[in-house]
């Protein structure tokens, strides 16, 4: 009974065995900067979104602005582009030379 348990704990494979002997986090400091900086540009193309709107008694033509309409949804746009681009990064590891010294 004590030997089956030794050999279970053998072939069960560690964390760090799984994740390249490094990190075990799914992703490294770069992609949640990268992940950051796209949400700020998502906010940012919603925030140039905002803006008084028009109401029953008044008709405000600032709702049909270029940068309404046309500018700050592709800013939302490519910030949702680049938060996609921040989860898919991965670091290169290095040359075969950079891994042996």
């Known amino acids: 009974m004590?030997?089956?348990n030794n050999t279970q704990k053998e072939t069960t494979p560690s964390l760090q065995g799984r994740?390249?002997?490094g990190s075990s986090?799914?992703?490294d400091r770069m992609n949640y900067i990268l992940i950051a900086i796209g949400m700020?540009?998502?906010?940012?193309?919603?925030?140039?979104m905002s803006?008084?709107?028009s109401d029953?008694?008044?008709?405000?033509?600032d709702i049909f602005s270029t940068l309404r309409v046309k500018v700050a949804p592709v800013t939302a746009f490519l910030g949702f582009v680049f938060i996609i681009y921040g989860i898919m990064y991965h670091?290169?590891?290095g040359t075969e030379s950079e891994r042996s010294e």
């Open 2 to 4: 004590a030997q089956q």
């Open 19 to 21: 994740a390249g002997g």
């Open 25 to 27: 986090f799914a992703f």
């Open 40 to 48: 700020a540009v998502v906010i940012l193309g919603f925030v140039l």
């Open 51 to 53: 803006g008084a709107g």
């Open 56 to 61: 029953e008694t008044q008709f405000n033509p």
């Open 91 to 93: 670091p290169k590891q």
